[in-house]
């Protein structure tokens, strides 16, 4: 079983549109995570949910909502899609309160926005 | 602040000899440090971690990294390159709160 998943894995769509892109972790784990990931490969953390309540929400423009409707699942929904999200986006989930604290990705979902 | 650096964005080496990647931390707190691969068009997988227990850190695939905190410093090593370590490296730092602090990447290429 796959730990964390992440659907879909690609994603081409055009510039204006809306779309969504869903994760789902059978780990047990409290916390869940959503990273961008540049084609330089640079990591940077867009959001984090824990209990599924909002604790990491760093610089991203409104048209990005997370929603996570309970504690196994966090999605990503983005209006207005512009040509700068192209990405990989990936889904984390880890577990508070334990020493390592570490975090489990997804396998990614690459959006290109053309 | 937080900050994590790698040293090399590329470290080359050939099949059978040693693996260096570098990594400086800096943080006001004791961190929990952990070693992240990525292969081409795969998730990150973690390849060892440190949480204030003992600071030589053996993971998968035998890498190894040691905790220096007079350093500053959590460097993975390997004693022997395999073509299928040629991956992206990640040095991640978390010092609490829920956030996790990312490292550049380090891209290793293994030539034959």
């Known amino acids: 079983d796959t730990a964390v998943s992440q659907t879909p894995k690609y994603l081409v769509t055009q510039m204006g549109n809306d779309k969504s892109i869903k994760c789902e972790q059978n780990?047990?784990?409290?916390?869940m995570y959503w990273y961008k990931q540049d084609s330089k490969k640079f990591l940077k953390i867009m959001f984090s949910?824990?209990?599924?309540?909002?604790?990491i929400n760093e610089t991203v423009p409104n048209r990005f909502s997370p929603k996570s409707p309970d504690k196994a699942h966090l999605n990503l929904h983005i209006n207005s899609l512009e040509l700068g999200d192209s990405a990989v986006y990936f889904c984390?989930?880890?577990?508070?309160?334990?020493?390592?604290?570490?975090?489990?990705f997804g396998p990614g979902t690459r959006l290109t926005v053309t | 602040a937080q900050s994590v650096t790698q040293l090399d964005s590329h470290v080359s080496v050939s099949e059978g000899t040693p693996v260096l990647l570098r990594c400086n931390y800096s943080?006001?707190?004791?961190?929990?440090l952990f070693w992240y691969v990525q292969h081409p068009n795969k998730g990150l997988q973690l390849l060892l971690k440190?949480?204030?227990?003992?600071?030589l850190v053996k993971g998968i695939n035998g890498f190894e990294a040691e905790f220096k905190k007079s350093e500053t410093s959590f460097h993975l090593t390997k004693p022997s390159a395999h073509m299928s370590d040629a991956a992206e490296y990640f040095c991640?730092?978390?010092?609490?709160?829920?956030?996790?602090?990312f490292g550049a990447g380090t891209r290793l290429f293994v030539k034959a």
């Open positions: 984390a989930s880890s577990q508070s309160g334990s020493l390592s604290y570490e975090q489990y």
């Open positions: 780990l047990g784990h409290d916390t």
């Open positions: 949910y824990n209990n599924k309540e909002l604790i």
């Open positions: 943080s006001s707190y004791s961190p929990s």
């Open positions: 440190y949480t204030s227990a003992a600071t």
């Open positions: 991640v730092c978390y010092t609490g709160g829920f956030k996790t602090i």
